[in-house]
């Protein structure tokens, strides 16, 4: 009897963490692959028009890719190796590039609108778990 209630207890774990994994990222899709030219091209993107921080350097996660519109989120902090006060200097965003220009939410109290009007509704909460820092 209590080996079955372990096994039972295990099966149900694993279907949470399994559960946890597909719906963390706001679908079951598989990851964007990109080739390094395609990830250098949204990253310069990003950097040039995305934030306000002098000489950046972002990483970009991508989440979704439809014809030319590029739905991702970026994390930019400032090149500089001596900035004392980098962290606070952090600039993360969710982010959609249509061509070569860059959109994002506004800050303060527009940011809600602003995602709600640039992404699609499926990658919201992948935006949200970022925004919050839940996401990877």
């Given at each position: ?6 096994r ?32 250098a091209?949204?990253?310069d993107?990003?950097?040039?028009q ?87």
């Open positions: 009897m209590g080996q079955k209630i372990k039972f207890g295990f099966g149900i774990g694993a279907t949470l963490v399994a559960t946890f994994a597909i719906t963390s990222c706001g679908s079951g899709d598989e990851p964007i692959t990109l080739s390094d030219d395609e990830r091209t949204i990253t993107v990003v950097q040039e995305g934030t306000v921080i002098d000489s950046p350097t972002c990483q970009v996660e991508v989440f979704r890719i439809e014809d030319s519109t590029t739905y991702g989120w970026a994390t930019c902090a400032p090149d500089s190796q001596d900035s004392a006060d980098t962290a606070a200097q952090a600039d993360a965003f969710p982010f959609r590039i249509d061509g070569q220009e860059l959109r994002r939410p506004d800050d303060g109290s527009k940011y809600e609108e602003g995602v709600q009007e640039l992404f699609p509704e499926d990658l919201r909460s992948a935006i949200t778990q970022h925004s919050t820092g839940a996401g990877g």
